[in-house]
C-alpha cells in the first residue's frame, strides 16, 4: 500500500493532458494562429475527430457532448465536420504522413455506421494516411453488429469502453445503467471485428462505493479479458459541471477511503500482470502502450497515456485541440457557432496559448515526470523548489541527486502534485481542479 499523507494531497491539480493547460488558453490565439501551424507543419501527424453527442447523458460526465435526439441537429454537425475536413486536410499539402486516427467524443457509435463511413471516407480523401492506426471510443450499450462489421471494414484494432463500474446500485447513482450482459456483448463483437486492443474505463470515488465493489469491477474487467484499464478518481466539479448535481454529493467517499481504492486497485492490477502505466492506466505486458512504458517512450497528450511519438496532433470537431510544438488551440466549444464557423469556410480555433521556450521546458519535465518516473530539473532549479520538493523528500516519495528528481514507487499517488510544483501557472491560479487521487 502507498503511504498516506492527505496534507500532500490536499490541493487540486491538473492532469496535465498538456503544457500548458487549457486554463491557460485564450481568445488571442485562435484560427490564424491554427492556419499558420498547419502550413508549417509536415512529417508524423496524428488526428483526432470529435463527436460531441451520446445516447444519454451520463450525470458524472465532463466531456462536451449532447443527446443525439435531434438527427437535424446531428446532420448538421457531421456536415461541419466534413467540411472542416476538406479545408484542414489541403493546408497541409501533401507534406504530413497521418499515423494514427483517434474518434472520440461523447460517443461516436451515437451516430449511424452509414454517417461514421462517411468520415473516413472524407479523411481518406482530403489527408495523407501512412497505413494509420485507428482507435474509437464507443459506449457499449448501443454497440450493434453493423457497427462491428464497419469497425472490422474500416480496420479499427483500438477500442475504448465506457464501462465505469459493474455494480447496478452505483450505475444508477450516476445516471449509466448497463448491464454486463452488454458489456460482454459489445466485447464479443468488437474482439470478431479485429479489435487487438481493448481498454476498459473504470472509476473509484464514486457515491456509496467501497473497496468490494470496486474489486468486483476489477474482477470483471479481467474476467472479459481487457487489454488496458483505466482507472480513474471521479471528479466532483459541479461548479464547472452543472449535471454532476443530480449526483447525492454526500454519499462520495471521503479522501482517505478514495486513496485507499486507487491503492488496492493498483496493487490488484500488478498482481494480476498487468503493467502500471503512469499512476492510472494498466496494460497487459504484450499491449502497446505497456511495451512504451517499459522501453520509455511512454507520451502523454489530450486522449491520456499514448505510445504515439508524433509531434503534431491536429483535432476535428467542435472543441477538438490541436497541439503542435510550438503552439496549442482549441476549436469552438459551442456546437451551434463551431458549425457557423465552418459554413464560412473559416477554420474553428477560438482559444489557444503559445508555449514559450521555458513552456515547452517546463512541458517535458512534466511529461517525464509523469511518463517516466523521473526528470532532470537541473541544480538552479532544484534550489528553486527547494522548500515545496523538501516534504516530498522528507517523506520518501522522492529522491533529488544531481540535479535529477525521481518519484520513487510510494510516491505514484503523488506524481501530478509533484508535478504541478514545477507549473508557474499554477502558483497563483483560482481555477479549481479535481482531486489529484
Known amino acids: 500500500m502507498w503511504p498516506y499523507h492527505p496534507d500532500l494531497l490536499s490541493k487540486p491539480v491538473p492532469r496535465y493532458t498538456s503544457y500548458p493547460t487549457a486554463a491557460e488558453f485564450t481568445p488571442a490565439v485562435g484560427a490564424g494562429a491554427l492556419d499558420a501551424a498547419l502550413r508549417r507543419t509536415s512529417g508524423d501527424v496524428s488526428l483526432y475527430v470529435h463527436i460531441p453527442f451520446c445516447e444519454q447523458i451520463c450525470w458524472y460526465c465532463g466531456c462536451n457532448t449532447a443527446a443525439n435526439n435531434k438527427r437535424a441537429r446531428l446532420t448538421s454537425y457531421l456536415e461541419a465536420l466534413t467540411r472542416e475536413i476538406a479545408i484542414v486536410g489541403p493546408k497541409l499539402d501533401g507534406r504530413i504522413k497521418v499515423k494514427r486516427i483517434a474518434f472520440g467524443g461523447g460517443s461516436p457509435n451515437a451516430i449511424t455506421p452509414l454517417d461514421f463511413v462517411r468520415l473516413v471516407d472524407a479523411i481518406t480523401v482530403h489527408f495523407s494516411l501512412d497505413d494509420p492506426v485507428w482507435s474509437i471510443e464507443l ?19 483500438r477500442a475504448s469502453l465506457g464501462v465505469q463500474t459493474f455494480e447496478t446500485a452505483l450505475q444508477e447513482r450516476i445516471g449509466r445503467v448497463q448491464p454486463t450482459q452488454d458489456i460482454e456483448r459489445c466485447t464479443t463483437l468488437l474482439r470478431d471485428a479485429g479489435v487487438r486492443s481493448l481498454n476498459y474505463d473504470l472509476m473509484y470515488g464514486l457515491p456509496g462505493q467501497d473497496w468490494a465493489m470496486l474489486e468486483h469491477s476489477l474482477s470483471e474487467a479481467l474476467r472479459l479479458g481487457a487489454d488496458r484499464i483505466a482507472l480513474f478518481g471521479y471528479a466532483h466539479v459541479p461548479h464547472m ?11 462520495l467517499p471521503g479522501q482517505d477511503e478514495r486513496f485507499m481504492m486507487a491503492a488496492r486497485g493498483h496493487d490488484y492490477l500488478v498482481n494480476a500482470g498487468y503493467v502500471p502505466v503512469g499512476f492510472d492506466h494498466f496494460a497487459r505486458p504484450g499491449d502497446a502502450i ?17 505510445e504515439d511519438q508524433a509531434p503534431v496532433l491536429v483535432g476535428l470537431g467542435a472543441s477538438s485541440i490541436s497541439c503542435f510544438p510550438d503552439v496549442i488551440v482549441q476549436n469552438e466549444k459551442n456546437a451551434g457557432r463551431y458549425r457557423m464557423m465552418i459554413s464560412q469556410d473559416q477554420l474553428a480555433g477560438a482559444v489557444g496559448i503559445v508555449r514559450s521556450d521555458e513552456d515547452q521546458r517546463t512541458g517535458r519535465i512534466i511529461n517525464d515526470l509523469l511518463c517516466k518516473g523521473h ?15 523538501s516534504p516530498f523528500l522528507h517523506h520518501g516519495l522522492a529522491e533529488l541527486d544531481s540535479g535529477r528528481l525521481t518519484i520513487l514507487p510510494g510516491g505514484l499517488p503523488y506524481a501530478r502534485t509533484i508535478a504541478a510544483l514545477f507549473d508557474p501557472y499554477r502558483q497563483d491560479s483560482v481555477r479549481r481542479f479535481s482531486s489529484a487521487v
Open 139 to 157: 459506449d457499449p450499450r448501443t454497440m450493434t453488429p453493423e457497427w462491428a462489421e464497419v469497425m472490422r471494414f474500416v480496420g479499427i484494432s
Open 241 to 251: 459541471l452543472p449535471r454532476q448535481r443530480r449526483i447525492d454529493a454526500t454519499a
Open 290 to 306: 505497456a511495451q512504451a512504458t517499459v522501453a520509455g517512450r511512454l507520451g502523454r497528450n489530450f486522449q491520456g497515456f499514448t
Open 375 to 389: 526528470a532532470d530539473i537541473g541544480g538552479a532549479l532544484a534550489l528553486t523548489l527547494a522548500e515545496a520538493l
